[in-house]
């Protein structure tokens, strides 16, 4: 007989509105890590500080993805920390791109606090945030 693990029900994060974010995050992995693959393939010379952090925010985006589908209080702390940094990284690059607009040759994910992308960068680490909260408490 092969064990499995059984994960108790609070450790599910992917119930309920968990699916989402999920989703939503799966979104913009594609997004950011396509858009910034063809940008720092094609034009990195021209504004390699905005290519590079849409890279990150991709894999970012890809890590808490990953931590949210594979559920358990580690990977929900990890989460935690991950859409923490996440925020604080667009509302740096958003302050900073709205104080500054000549300060980054072309956007980035996160410019304007994701004005780009309907501003779900500013809004999924929020949702994320109290999401896992609310799983913690669960």
């Given at each position: 007989?092969?064990?499995?693990?059984?994960?108790?029900?609070?450790?599910?994060?992917?119930?309920?509105?968990?699916?989402?974010?999920?989703?939503?995050?799966?979104?913009?992995?594609?997004?950011?890590?396509?858009?910034?693959?063809?940008?720092?393939?094609?034009?990195?010379?021209?504004?390699?500080?905005?290519?590079?952090?849409?890279a990150l925010a991709g894999l970012v985006y890809g890590f808490i993805t990953y931590t949210l589908?594979?559920?358990?209080?580690?990977?929900?702390?990890?989460?935690?920390?991950?859409?923490?940094?996440?925020?604080?990284?667009?509302?740096?690059?958003?302050?900073?791109?709205?104080?500054?607009?000549?300060?980054?040759?072309?956007?980035?994910?996160?410019?304007?606090?994701?004005?780009?992308?309907?501003?779900?960068?500013?809004?999924?680490?929020?949702?994320?945030?109290?999401?896992?909260?609310?799983?913690?408490?669960?």
């Amino acid at each position: 007989m092969v064990a499995t693990e059984e994960k108790p029900a609070g450790a599910r994060l992917i119930s309920g509105p968990g699916i989402l974010l999920v989703w939503l995050y799966g979104v913009m992995v594609v997004g950011a890590v396509s858009r910034s693959a063809y940008q720092i393939a094609t034009e990195f010379d021209r504004a390699p500080l905005p290519y590079t952090l849409s890279a990150l925010a991709g894999l970012v985006y890809g890590f808490i993805t990953y931590t949210l589908v594979r559920g358990g209080e580690t990977a929900r702390r990890a989460a935690v920390v991950c859409c923490a940094a996440e925020l604080v990284g667009v509302l740096t690059v958003g302050t900073w791109t709205m104080a500054d607009p000549s300060a980054f040759h072309d956007a980035t994910v996160w410019s304007d606090f994701g004005m780009g992308y309907l501003f779900i960068p500013v809004l999924l680490p929020l949702s994320a945030l109290y999401w896992l909260r609310r799983a913690r408490t669960a």
